[in-house]
């Protein structure tokens, strides 16, 4: 489901909206007329301006870019930000190398591996990544998602000048709009790296309200990765030292083919592919 407007919440910000909506060719809607309104108004707008159900816009909010969806009772949105006290208490007072995340890419010591994340979403793993010394790149594919990620980071970047910290974090890491696969594909020899990160994107839960809102929103703009085990062939064949994929407890492997190693989160657990580079 690809958004269908860019919406934008004040006057300030019809500019960006229009060059927004201009790289997407999608209409602009001014919507400062319901900023402080209820929601019941907000979603009462939205709907006048497109007879649809339910669908998902862009909107402009106080120069943070966001993702809209609107449904017959209500309104979600998710933006990406890596400046938050969610965020910033993670990095904090995280597990560090002792995560389960930072085990199954290979962190030990000092080194850090560098980590190709080619399903990047909303950066969340990515940024955990980064912030414990990899050097990550991040490939997504769908358009509306790399602007948001292409939001975060700018919008990071200027408000940690004063973070040495967390501007470093930031520098380590790189947003590529591009196919997965495809990418993989036309990788270099020089340019491979040592870990590649998948995170495919499945079916919902049947219990959809145990699904926080921003998987949601992502499953309805995303859909389900139907080439998860296309995806996964090729980052075999590009890892220098190996391949991990993030799955449900419960979900068996991709493609049906058993890693060689597992590690076991909180929530997810971690399929290790080794590879000899």
Known sequence: MDPIAVFYLSADLAVAAS?????????VVDASAVTDARTKHQLSFYRKQFEAPKFVAFLLEQGVLKLLQVEVDRVVTIAVDFTSPEVNYRRLNGGGRGEAIARAVGLRGEAAPSVLDATAGLG????????????????????????LLADGLSRGVAASVSDSDSSAILRRMELIEADAIN????????ARPDVIYLDPMFPERRKSAAVKKEMQVLHHLVGPDADASELLLAALAQARQRVVIKRPRSAGPVAGQPPDHVIEGVRNRFDLYTRQS
Request: with cysteine; charged share 15%.
């Open 124 to 147: 969340g793993d990515a940024y955990v990544l980064a912030s414990l010394g990899c050097q990550v790149r991040m490939l997504e594919r769908v358009p509306a998602l790399a602007e």
């Open 19 to 27: 060059a927004l909506a201009s790289r997407h060719s999608l209409p």
């Open 183 to 190: 990418y993989l594909n036309g990788l270099s020899a020089e």
